[in-house]
């Protein structure tokens, strides 16, 4: 085979072999960008509370541990829990992300929701003043008293504990104030009661703790709450814990609390969640008055199922990629070090099958010279091929030189010079051919002489 021949089939080669890789690498990133969506969104929603509550204070420190991160996490406040509910079941609504009150609602009812864990306690405050509430909540009968602003978790739990007290709207008038107002209203002497849920460290709690006409209901029945709702949680605020020169508290006072949990929608980028959980732990996990270093946020799922990436999270902490690179291209690696495995898997025994394929081609080119070269010596032995031998020997020539000539690899060198030996016996067998056509011509021209 000429040398141009043997470089433009080994080139060929290399080249398939080539397109092959690439190809394969090119549908694993093709998968990676569109397939597996690896890139977290630059901004996401978060719906919060109204101003000066809880939630919209925890709210800001999410945004500004998310802003470190090069991330833009938009805040939208809402009433409360209620809301913060249906806006993450309304797809349309681009939140994705919200502060949600124990007992809001559960996995039946909001199929497309999973907890991250809970995250902090939030204490049911029943604050009075001119009046005994009673041990049935019976002294609040005729009273006007404020549940919390509609959407608000506050308003349902409150609304919920004085029915089962037989405290209903018949009885007593119930009034949307949201706390800060509630506040004013008690102080003023316009409202008797005012049930608010709060932390305990929230301005308008400590207010109320420490002033002079308003007091603080300590649930008797606490453990019959916590066994009918098993949302709720029993927690004691310690006598003198607000202010121990005047003993605010007087006596230790039983509350009662449901957990807030951080929920998202089922499909919020894992990225993003390993962000919230990171932050969690950092805006939620120290101590506090009702609350050890380090209890939350808590692998609970209170109402709603754990989401899968926060399991994770539990057992092993962020993924190792994002705990050192940026976000994007921390996930970018992971998905296409996924992606690896298989396209590993599909390479490896192409890869360790090429030297063999290659090896093949190799041989096969030199038996392709041993077919030709067989053919020539098959011609030296038909009938009345005497008259081409020269014809025949110059083919065979011809043939030497492009074998000398091929250029195989070195470990394939053998066989070519085993052709060459080869075609030296080829050759022998040829020069005998000629050599005694010759001797017959000159005995046949002797024989003639004597008649002429």
């Known amino acids: 085979m000429p040398e141009t021949d043997t470089i433009l089939a080994h080139r060929r080669f290399i080249l398939v072999a080539a397109l092959i890789t690439v190809a394969v690498f090119a549908a694993g990133v093709w998968a990676t960008l569109v397939l597996l969506e690896p890139t977290p969104p630059r901004v996401v929603v978060m719906s919060t509370g109204p101003a000066g509550s809880t939630y919209a204070s925890f709210a800001d420190r999410y945004r500004e541990f998310f802003a470190r991160q090069g991330i833009e996490l938009r805040l939208l406040p809402s009433a409360g829990?209620?809301?913060?509910?249906?806006?993450?079941?309304?797809?349309?609504?681009?939140?994705?992300?919200?502060?949600?009150?124990?007992?809001?609602?559960?996995?039946?009812?909001?199929?497309?929701?999973?907890?991250?864990?809970?995250?902090?306690?939030?204490?049911?405050?029943?604050?009075?003043?001119?009046?005994?509430?009673?041990?049935?909540?019976?002294?609040?009968?005729?009273?006007?008293?404020?549940?919390?602003?509609p959407g608000s978790g506050?308003?349902?739990?409150?609304?919920?504990?004085?029915?089962?007290?037989?405290?209903?709207?018949?009885?007593?008038?119930?009034?949307?104030?949201?706390?800060?107002?509630?506040e004013q209203k008690l102080l003023s002497g316009e409202i008797q009661a005012a049930l608010m849920v709060m932390s305990w460290d929230s301005p308008v709690v400590q207010r109320l703790l420490v002033a002079n006409d308003v007091k603080v209901v300590s649930f008797?029945?606490?453990?019959?709450?916590?066994?009918?709702?098993?949302?709720?949680?029993?927690?004691v605020l310690p006598e003198g814990v607000t202010d121990l020169a005047a003993n605010r508290p007087p006596a230790d006072t039983v509350l009662i609390a449901p957990k807030a949990s951080l929920v998202v929608r089922a499909d919020l980028h894992p990225a993003i969640q390993y962000l919230l959980l990171d932050a969690a732990a950092q805006i939620h996990g120290g101590p506090g008055i009702f609350q050890r270093a380090g209890q939350f946020p808590?692998?609970?799922?209170?109402?709603?199922?754990?989401?899968?990436?926060?399991?994770?999270?539990?057992?092993?902490?962020?993924?190792?990629?994002?705990?050192?690179?940026?976000i994007w291209l921390a996930v970018l690696v992971q998905q296409v070090l996924v992606l690896l495995i298989p396209v590993a898997g599909l390479l490896y025994p192409m890869l360790k099958l090429a030297p063999a394929v290659y090896g093949w081609l190799m041989r096969h080119r030199i038996?392709?010279?041993?077919?030709?070269?067989?053919?020539?010596?098959?011609?030296?032995?038909?009938?009345?091929?005497?008259?081409?031998?020269?014809?025949?020997?110059?083919?065979?020539?011809?043939?030497?030189?492009?074998?000398?000539?091929?250029?195989?690899?070195?470990?394939?060198?053998?066989?070519?010079?085993?052709?060459?030996?080869h075609i030296d016996l080829v050759r022998g067998r040829l020069e005998a051919s000629r050599s005694s056509q010759e001797r017959q011509g000159n005995t046949g021209s002797t024989a003639a002489s004597p008649s002429t």
Not at 302 to 323: E, F, M, V, W
Not at 406 to 419: D, E, G, I, R
């Open 154 to 182: 506050g308003r349902k739990l409150a609304a919920e504990l004085l029915a089962r007290n037989g405290i209903n709207q018949d009885l007593a008038q119930w009034l949307p104030y949201p706390p800060q107002e509630a």
């Open 220 to 235: 008797p029945r606490a453990d019959a709450y916590v066994a009918l709702y098993p949302y709720l949680n029993k927690l």
């Open 298 to 326: 808590a692998q609970e799922s209170i109402d709603l199922p754990l989401s899968d990436n926060a399991r994770q999270y539990y057992k092993s902490g962020r993924p190792l990629l994002q705990r050192h690179l940026p």
């Open 367 to 421: 038996f392709r010279l041993y077919k030709e070269l067989k053919s020539l010596e098959a011609q030296i032995e038909r009938p009345g091929v005497q008259k081409d031998l020269s014809s025949l020997l110059a083919r065979l020539n011809e043939f030497e030189q492009r074998a000398q000539h091929s250029h195989v690899p070195a470990a394939f060198a053998q066989m070519l010079y085993t052709l060459r030996l």
């Open 81 to 149: 829990a209620v809301e913060n509910l249906a806006r993450l079941r309304d797809a349309r609504s681009g939140v994705s992300i919200a502060f949600m009150q124990g007992g809001i609602t559960d996995a039946r009812q909001s199929p497309d929701l999973l907890s991250l864990g809970t995250i902090f306690y939030e204490p049911l405050w029943f604050f009075y003043r001119d009046v005994e509430p009673g041990r049935n909540l019976e002294g609040l009968r005729g009273k006007r008293i404020s549940i919390g602003a």
